[in-house]
């Protein structure tokens, strides 16, 4: 079985930055991709970033410019780093891993979610 740990989130004004954290552990590591996704109250799932195991990352366009993501394969550890955050981006924010083609709509684990909360 294997745990995905998020740390980071917070109550932050508009503007501000946070830095999310998230480290898996268990077995069948390491996972094809890595990566965030949010989903806030009456809204759908939307891809935050992710990154996969051979370097290529990919961003949400409403974080594209603000958030940057990296990864630390010898840790199965994966950052998001959030700047100039807006109330918009105020959500639960997943950690994923995905095995082989599995993605943030489908992944094959998932945290347990950290509030990311902007005021405005």
């Known amino acids: 079985q294997v745990q995905l740990v998020e740390s980071g989130g917070g109550l932050v004004e508009a503007g501000g930055s946070l830095r999310l954290s998230c480290v898996a552990s268990?077995?069948?590591?390491?996972?094809?991709?890595m990566g965030w996704y949010r989903q806030a109250p009456g809204k759908r799932r939307e891809l935050v970033a992710a990154v996969e195991s051979g370097g290529a990352i990919y961003y949400g366009d409403p974080v594209k410019g603000r958030f940057t993501i990296s990864r630390e394969n010898a840790e199965n550890s994966v950052y998001l780093q959030m700047n100039n955050l807006k109330a918009e981006d105020t959500a639960v924010y997943y950690c994923?891993?995905?095995?082989?083609?599995?993605?943030?709509?489908?992944?094959?684990?998932r945290g347990q979610g950290t509030q990311v909360t902007v005021s405005s």
């Open positions: 994923y891993c995905g095995i082989d083609d599995r993605g943030w709509t489908n992944p094959t684990y």
């Open positions: 268990g077995s069948g590591l390491p996972f094809t991709r």
